[in-house]
């Protein structure tokens, strides 16, 4: 049996029916609000009938239909960890991601450490939290108080037990009152988000007039290209799927003003340092972006890998 078949049958023992979870039709496209689609395709990286489109005007691929929040929200509760561990073979869970956590905490403080040293901030909001252990380590380096948000009740235990606040739940939905936080982090998290848009506006009320975002995204062309497969690029997990220029397009139009872009170590995510700025609500990514994205996507589609 190939490693191939393999990996299909340790998925398809977890017995997860995509196609019964709740769906959500997408209207308009979350970062432009058009509603003209290119379908891209028809099958995600696990298999399951996951269909990506890109918006025609702005070029944001997206799932379409794509989970509601209550089918994410099982997805996350027992779901998710096991679908990753099955794909890749090994097992991938709150516990085991800790180390690979701690060394991204350290590399991606590496890249805050000229904004926040000495800049005299308290309070730091990560959303997407996970176990808490990015939090914990950019709290401890920076001296700031940390505040953690996840909707998986597994990950936000192991947070809670290293004595970091902790809230269950989406950061839009979470009643954190007149609260504003200094710094926000968004690791590893936006392309799981199910509304984007809402997200990051909710982020720029809560952030102080001097805070700093990080946010950082897996860059859609570098993970179709390393594969040269765009459906080895789609995963359910993701309900979106940012280039650079979608990325600075939402924050442009966000109020953010980017301070700083960083490709990663591993090639395929790129984080983004910014702070409160103009908002640009109308920030498009610049013309020719979306042709030269789906003529790239149909060279992949098409020609031998090289
Ligand atoms: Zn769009």
Same mark, same amino acid.
């Given at each position: 049996m190939s490693t191939t078949e393999e990996r299909w049958e340790r998925i398809e023992a977890l $017995?997860?029916?995509? /196609?019964a979870q709740e769906w959500m039709l997408?209207?308009?496209?979350?970062?432009? !609000? /058009?509603s003209a689609f290119t379908v891209l395709t028809h099958r995600d990286r696990y298999g399951f009938p996951a269909t990506a489109s890109a918006c025609d005007r702005c070029g944001l691929v997206f799932l379409d239909p794509v989970m509601t929040a209550t089918s994410y929200s099982r997805f996350y509760n027992g779901t998710y960890r096991p679908l990753v561990s099955a794909y890749h073979g090994r097992l991938i869970d709150a516990r085991t991601i800790q180390g690979e956590q701690r060394e991204y905490a350290a590399d991606r403080g590496d890249l805050l450490a000229r904004y926040? #040293? !000495? $800049?005299?901030y308290r309070t730091m909001l990560d959303i $997407?939290?996970?176990? $808490?252990i990015v939090a914990s380590a950019l709290a401890e380096r920076f001296g700031l108080k940390a505040t953690v948000i996840d909707p998986a009740p597994l990950e936000a235990a192991e947070a809670q037990a290293l004595g970091i606040e902790t809230i269950e739940g989406l950061v839009e939905e979470s009643d954190l009152g007149q609260r504003r936080f200094d710094v926000v982090i968004i690791c590893q998290t936006v392309d799981h988000l199910l509304d984007v848009a809402g997200t990051l506006r909710r982020v720029r009320e809560l952030l102080t007039d001097r805070g700093i975002l990080f946010i950082d995204i897996v860059d859609f062309r570098a993970a179709y290209l390393r594969n040269w497969s765009v459906e080895e690029a789609v995963?359910? #997990?993701?309900p979106y799927y940012f280039t650079e220029s979608t990325m600075i397009a939402y924050l442009r139009r966000s109020g953010f003003e980017v301070l700083r872009t960083d490709y990663a170590p591993d090639h395929l995510h790129v984080s983004y340092v910014a702070r409160p700025g103009a908002a640009a609500p109308d920030a498009l990514p610049p013309p020719g972006d979306v042709r030269d994205l789906l003529r790239e996507i149909r060279f992949v589609q098409n020609a031998p890998r090289p």
């Open positions: $017995g997860f029916d995509y /196609a997408v209207e308009r496209c979350n970062l432009c !609000g /058009a926040l #040293d !000495g $800049g005299g $997407g939290g996970s176990t $808490g995963k359910i #997990d993701h």
